[in-house]
């Protein structure tokens, strides 16, 4: 769900003292694209998540917040 997914994906890049340029970099999308993701005004494509998820080493369901971790 959106309330969680966002926060979470923005939450878990600063944990990892990450930058949004890094993670954007790491998607291979533009700054704008990524921010946008972050503030929840684009829904993050499914191919994103994954790769987030396989960065993060987390669940999808971790992600989306239907986990704890």
Do not use: H
């Not at 959106?2 to 923005?10: A, E, I, N, S, T």
């Not at 990524?34 to 998820?53: F, N």
């Amino acid at each position: 769900e959106k309330m969680f997914l966002y926060p979470r994906v923005r939450d878990l890049r600063e944990d990892c003292d990450k930058s949004q340029t890094q993670i954007a970099e790491l998607l291979n999308m533009q700054l704008t694209v990524y921010q946008r993701y972050e503030r929840g005004e684009r829904e993050l494509p499914l191919w994103a998540a994954i790769k987030l998820a396989d960065y993060y080493n987390i669940t999808l369901d971790y992600l989306v917040g239907r986990d704890k971790k």
